[in-house]
């Protein structure tokens, strides 16, 4: 069987979900050390992205997984009541905001630092196309079964944040190509093509179609993905741009829909925004996959604090309980005690690893 033709069993939801959660923050974490690093340096510097080298073999976490649990604890506190789910989901940006998270965008952060002066969530998102919405999309649609259903909390995910339509059609790119991963057996490049071009058919997302089908094409002509990129003038590195990232995000994917570990590896190789690129396709791949098709040593290696590895699965498990039920739940929650002094640490790291990479090799 080919890759191309994406035909393996669907998995259930649950498998599903945890699979986007861990596929996620595997992804996110092997990613890190070559964040905004490009293709050529990344290499030089760190070699493959076969393990943990922020840390050597100690995997950690940043802003796109924790993104992913913040809408997870949402969608399990106020089910798919999507006007509920916007001040809730607003509370816990604003509250992680707040516990100084290190290497966020931009966009994202002063919409944290609106809602904490008191901006309401329908007005605290500004002008910007960055990649945040579609770094938080793939649980949405691991989560949402329903295509209208989740359209509309992609929309209210994104706007929270960012306002640019395009970062909202980016967004909704990720969360549908999640949702098909794992709910449609049929699934074809071809066929996400059609279901994407037909659910924002009547939106001014004209560029975003164009570019997908820029992706298809060359998915279906069997090219690899740097060369898709250099084709693309992205050679040096895929930017925060959403129609940078999400682009590649979908050639990876569809080139390797079944395979976490060529998806993830193939894309931190792409270079520039490598954690949130590497999220973005661990969490759709995983989505399918479920975690058996994640590397064992690579959930291993995940020791991030207090978020853990086994944390992270009992909120991805309070999620499916509550999809499968339909009751709303208090979900798993950590305590800023905990949280800030692993982010004081972290930023600390980042920042001493900022200076690592002035010196050689260049
Ligand atoms: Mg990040």
């Not at 690579?298 to 991030?304: K, T």
Request: charged share 20%; aromatic share 8%.
């Amino acid at each position: 069987m080919s890759d191309r033709e994406i035909s393996e069993n669907s998995p259930s939801q649950r498998d599903a979900i945890l699979g986007t959660l861990l596929g996620v923050a595997v992804g996110d974490a092997l990613g890190l050390p070559y964040e905004n690093l490009s293709r050529l340096r990344g290499e030089r510097l760190f070699g493959e992205p076969d393990r943990y080298r922020l840390i050597p073999g100690i995997g950690l976490i940043s802003d796109d997984t924790e993104h992913n649990c913040i809408v997870a604890q949402s969608l399990i506190a106020q089910g798919t009541d999507v006007d509920r789910f916007l001040p809730d989901f607003a509370r816990r940006l604003k509250r992680w905001g707040i516990l100084l998270p290190a290497g966020t965008g931009r966009a994202t952060i002063i919409a944290c630092a609106r809602l904490m002066v008191g901006v309401s969530p329908q007005r605290s998102g500004i002008f910007s196309a960055g990649n945040g919405p579609a770094m938080r999309a793939p649980i949405l649609g691991a989560a949402i079964r329903d295509l209208d259903q989740l359209r509309e909390f992609v929309r209210v995910s994104t706007r929270v944040t960012h306002t640019d339509p395009k970062a909202e059609f980016g967004a909704w790119a990720i969360a549908l190509a999640t949702n098909l991963s794992w709910q449609d057996q049929e699934l074809s490049p071809q066929r996400f093509f059609q279901r994407l071009t037909e659910t924002i058919a009547d939106e001014p997302a004209e560029e975003l179609i164009d570019l997908v089908a820029k992706v298809i094409a060359s998915v279906e002509a069997g090219e690899s993905t740097t060369d898709f990129l250099d084709s693309r003038d992205l050679g040096k590195g895929v930017s925060g741009y959403v129609y940078h990232t999400v682009p590649a995000a979908l050639h990876v994917w569809l080139s390797f829909p079944n395979d976490y570990r060529n998806a993830v590896q193939t894309m931190i190789r792409c270079g520039g925004d490598a954690d949130t690129t590497a999220a973005i396709v661990g969490g759709i791949v995983g989505a399918r996959t479920g975690t058996a098709g994640i590397p064992p040593e690579w959930i291993a290696g995940l020791r991030d604090w207090p978020r853990t590895t086994r944390w992270m699965k009992e909120l991805g498990g309070a999620l499916a309980d509550s999809v499968e039920t339909g009751a709303t739940d208090i979900p798993p929650q950590l305590p800023w005690w905990k949280e800030l002094p692993r982010n004081l640490a972290f930023l600390t790291l980042v920042v001493g690893y900022g200076f690592r990479r002035l010196l050689p090799p260049y």
